[in-house]
């Protein structure tokens, strides 16, 4: 859908008279769509630019190819800033991805243009916050435990190579958490098993109990059915056994 209201904006932009307004349409309502594409192109011709499929949200647009690699870019450009965000999201998520049950991006850089992508596996599944709330609060145990066990053995994580991104060195209350759950949780609606934990890019050092604020903070959906109180129930309980 994404693909066709840009591509059909983007032609009607075009006939725009005056450059200077085709411009500032192009950058601020599409996000330089087409500069961006025809430098994915230039880098990456093999890949099938006919079924490509597009994607938005937060403040990325992500091209999808035959349901098998991802290449995300920020929608407002700013090449030393998002490098550096996203160096710190590939160091991270390389360094816990072993200690992970569920299944996070592997990222590699793509450069072109101007423009950073980074290219990581397709994982499928739909959006969490996109499921019904009947049909999520039907499953909510079962996610809540996987959810639950995911934060459990991320929060135990200590991998070295990450050492110097510690907001402290010693502090019982802080692990490496993903910051911004909410919306990044994808599903398979069939078994509502979860598949994938994308978008790290606000991951880092922090208190682990806002993981599960995070689980909530940005949708009110989210908030009545209450998944953040019921993963939270299930995380004790982890931190219980443990003892």
């Not at 209201?5 to 450059?19: G, H, M, Q, Y």
């Not at 435990?145 to 510690?166: C, G, H, T």
């Not at 609606?189 to 109990?209: H, L, N």
């Amino acid at each position: 859908m994404w693909k066709i209201l840009f591509e059909l904006s983007d032609r009607l932009f075009a006939i725009v008279p005056i450059k200077k307004w085709r411009d500032w349409l192009r950058v601020i309502v599409l996000f330089d769509y087409r500069r961006k594409l025809n430098a994915l192109k230039s880098v990456c011709p093999e890949l099938n630019f006919e079924k490509m499929r597009l994607t938005k949200g937060g403040g990325s647009i992500v091209f999808v190819f035959d349901n098998q690699y991802t290449f995300k870019v920020r929608k407002r450009n700013n090449e030393t800033v998002n490098f550096e965000r996203f160096q710190n999201e590939k160091r991270i998520t390389d360094a816990i991805r072993p200690w992970c049950c569920i299944d996070i991006p592997q990222i590699d850089f793509v450069t072109s243009n101007g423009y950073t992508f980074y290219k990581s596996k397709f994982i499928p599944g739909k959006l969490l916050v996109n499921i019904s709330s009947r049909r999520i609060k039907k499953y909510q145990s079962q996610i809540s435990k996987q959810l639950a066990m995911f934060i459990y053995k991320k929060s135990f994580a200590n991998p070295p190579e990450i050492d110097d991104l510690k907001v402290y060195d010693t502090a019982p209350d802080f692990s490496w958490i993903h910051g911004d759950m909410c919306s990044n949780i994808l599903i398979n609606p069939k078994t509502m098993v979860i598949t994938g934990i994308i978008d790290w890019e606000w991951a880092g050092y922090g208190k682990t109990k806002q993981e599960f604020k995070g689980l909530v903070w940005v949708r009110k959906k989210m908030r009545k059915i209450g998944l953040d109180k019921s993963t939270y129930q299930e995380y004790k309980q982890l931190l219980e056994s443990k003892k």
